[in-house]
């Protein structure tokens, strides 16, 4: 079965930072990759995914990431970030089901 | 269009007991599959339906059960409860299988409480 690994599971930034959030999958053939995010108290919304074609994908509220299949990574990306960001963000690979990984929580500092 | 509904929101039941949670998918979509998020475990996948029939399993006892209903709404069934089914259950709808990798909308969950 595929699988996903995120590097990090608590990240704190200050507002203004740059973001990066690590996942590498396992499956070295043809896969379908999300990054999610569950802010405080929400529920689990699609930032982006990466089915094929141009590798950097850009997704909703400025996120970015980036499929590189050599390094098995997909790693998502903000240039700026906001308060607003605080969340949990979660790496995720389908074949029959999602597969999530571990989780990121991310917080903002003002 | 209104989003994946969950109810209840949250429950508090005492081991032994069996508890039925309910999912109302997004209009149109004919796929519903059943995820367990817990602090040590994160989010893993319990069953997949789809046209009234369960498509696809998890990795969980048979006491985790589900079903899906002709207006694809499911329900899912958890029996004998124990203290380590304490978790937030998530649904989440997509327009065809997960094998055709549709995109999956999630619905706001249900806070199981086992004591």
């Known amino acids: 079965a595929q699988s996903v690994s995120q590097h990090n599971h608590h990240v704190i930034l200050s507002e203004a930072a740059s973001l990066e959030l690590g996942c590498n999958y396992s499956?070295?053939?043809?896969?379908?990759l999300f990054w999610y995010v569950q802010y405080p108290g929400q529920h689990l919304q699609l930032l982006l995914k990466?089915?094929?074609?141009?590798?950097l994908v850009k997704g909703i509220k400025g996120f970015e990431a980036e499929f590189i299949k050599s390094k098995f990574s997909f790693n998502l990306r903000k240039p700026s970030v906001q308060w607003s960001d605080t969340a949990e963000y979660f790496c995720?690979?389908?074949?029959?089901?999602?597969?999530f990984g571990a989780g990121t929580t991310v917080t903002v500092r003002a | 269009k209104a989003g994946v509904t969950q109810t209840p929101r949250y429950l508090i039941k005492t081991r032994g007991q069996q508890v039925t949670l309910s999912c109302s998918p997004i209009?149109?979509?004919?796929?519903v599959s059943w995820y367990q998020q817990t602090p040590g475990q994160g989010l893993q996948f319990l069953f997949e339906?789809?046209?009234?029939?369960?498509?696809n399993k998890g990795n969980f006892p048979g006491r985790f059960s589900g079903r899906q209903f002709s207006n694809s709404r499911s329900e899912m069934n958890v029996s004998t409860l124990e203290l380590g089914d304490s978790a937030l259950y998530l649904c989440?709808?997509?327009?065809?299988?997960?094998?055709?990798?549709?995109?999956?909308?999630f619905g706001p969950g249900t806070r199981l409480t086992v004591l």
């Open positions: 989440a709808s997509s327009l065809g299988s997960s094998a055709s990798y549709n995109e999956q909308f």
């Open positions: 499956y070295g053939g043809t896969v379908n």
């Open positions: 990466y089915f094929s074609g141009d590798p």
């Open positions: 995720a690979v389908i074949d029959y089901k999602l597969s």
């Open positions: 209009s149109g979509h004919r796929s």
């Open positions: 339906y789809f046209s009234e029939t369960q498509r």
